[in-house]
């Protein structure tokens, strides 16, 4: 099915590894223009971009949490190629040790916001300005099944991303929606979210080879199996293309096999005679 996406612009966030790039070589695949971001691994961008041949890829840094670096980085992409027609705000952080909200640290609970949300929001806010000098442009906001239905010991991480999926997605469908509006030839402008389960990347290997672990996570879905990047970047691919996707925006996509939610208590801690 052609998705429309050939020479279209897409500014990925967070690209340089894990789910950024399995997105970023889903789009290569469909013809698309790429803007990939990284904070502090350019090498791993600049290899990756490498890989992609064929593709006109433009590599750019940025510290998302800076007002400046991000006004920067859009306006890198955009002189680069003359537009910015989708932004993918991937880029984000997630605290690997457990730590409850009555211990967590303020100085945690502020990272985590500044880089979950903060950031996203100056991303947005940027690309917003360029889709209203375009009348063109979506967005696809990416979330977390932490975001749908908390996660204890990550609540800093969780509360980031449930104001993704939730009020920032279904207050920008309405705001885009008059900055570049429905036309007979346009489809209009779009807002979306993609929230992602438990899904093999770098950053979660180590943690799958915990057997046990898989176990209890796959028990909470209906397709028990853990995600692969490709089924995040189909999803993404989706949602972007203004073809297969015109009259989808302000909805959060669940990527996490029919997940309903985690485990509270592991079996062996629960009485049965008082349960």
Known sequence: MDTALAGKVVLITGASGGLGAGMARAFAAEGARLALHYHRQRASAEALAKTLSGTDCFVVGADLRSESEVQAMLAEARRHFGRVD?????????????VSIADMSLAQW????????????????EFLRIAREQARGNLVLIGS???????????DYAAAKSALAYGLTRTLKN???????HTAEYCGGRVNCVCPGWTVSPLSEKHLQDHALVRRVTATMALPQIGREEDVANAVLYLASDRLARHVTGQTVVVAGGMEGRWLWRPEEVDPGIA
């Open 86 to 98: 989708t932004l993918v705000a991937n880029a984000g952080i997630w605290c690997e040790q457990d």
């Open 110 to 125: 502020q990272e985590t916001l500044a880089t979950d949300l903060t950031a996203v929001f100056l991303c947005c806010r």
């Open 145 to 155: 099944t932490a975001g749908v239905f908390g996660e204890p010991g990550h609540g």
């Open 175 to 181: 705001e885009i929606a008059r900055l570049a509006p």
